[in-house]
């Protein structure tokens, strides 16, 4: 029974060009997030999606940064337009549910963006 | 702004010693989870506490919530190698689904 799978594991671009990272969840789980961890530091919520449903976006920028989770296929997280700021690790997880035992996160290995 | 503070950040001790970190908030959470992440790896959930002054063991390893559910212990006993890593906690505040993370407690254990 495969976990969260994330690709690439890691990612290098100049600044200006695109990012593109996905993540497929465990089977079964319809509730991905997304977040992002700086070095030395904790997790950072960015976006919690459902099926063909952004829920949550809060906690991403409101410029540059997209999420989508279509009815086929993995999840997708698109920067568009990099800054050397953007360099970072980006988990996504995934939830069967958002209630009692549901709502436990299983967390995918991470793409390491590096920005150039 | 709910934040957990997590001390300290960086530990290194020797194989068989014991250890506590720290996960400290002046916001209530429902629930406070404990995670362990490797590195180049994302976080794997250890312990999730619920009840104000829960206490919750996995084998060396004891999980405490404070009475006012505002912080959390994680004790080791006898460390070893394999304990290695970023021991992150994490607490759920208001949504079902929003975590608020610690910036981590990194530990090596030296044999």
């Known amino acids: 029974n495969a976990g969260v799978m994330q690709n690439p594991r890691h990612l290098v671009r100049r600044r200006g060009q695109e990012a593109r990272l996905r993540c497929s969840p465990m089977?079964?789980?319809?509730?991905v997030y997304w977040y992002r961890q700086l070095p030395e530091e904790g997790l950072k919520f960015m976006v919690y999606?459902?099926?063909?449903?952004?829920?949550?976006e809060s906690g991403m920028p409101k410029e540059r940064f997209s999420a989508e989770f279509p009815k086929e296929g993995p999840s997708i997280l698109r920067i568009q337009q990099v800054v050397r700021g953007d360099s970072a690790a980006y988990f996504c997880?995934?939830?069967?549910?958002?209630?009692?035992?549901?709502?436990?996160?299983?967390f995918g290995p991470g793409t390491r963006l590096t920005v150039l | 702004t709910q934040l957990l503070e997590q001390s300290p950040q960086f530990l290194s001790i020797q194989e068989g010693e014991n250890l506590t970190v720290y996960c400290n908030s002046s916001?209530?959470?429902?629930?406070l989870q404990w995670y362990r992440q490797e590195p180049g790896e994302g976080p794997v959930l250890l312990v999730t506490?619920?009840?104000g002054g829960e206490v919750k063991k996995l084998k060396r390893l004891t999980f405490q919530f404070g009475d006012a559910r505002k912080d959390s212990s994680l004790h080791i006993t006898a460390a070893q190698p394999g304990d290695t890593g970023l021991y992150l906690c994490?607490?759920?505040?208001?949504?079902?689904?929003?975590?608020?993370w610690g910036a981590g407690t990194k530990l090596i254990i030296k044999p």
């Open positions: 999606l459902q099926k063909e449903n952004i829920i949550d």
């Open positions: 089977k079964g789980h319809s509730h």
């Open positions: 994490a607490g759920r505040g208001g949504s079902n689904y929003q975590l608020i």
């Open positions: 997880a995934s939830s069967p549910g958002t209630s009692g035992g549901g709502r436990e996160q299983f």
């Open positions: 506490v619920v009840t």
């Open positions: 916001s209530v959470f429902s629930s």
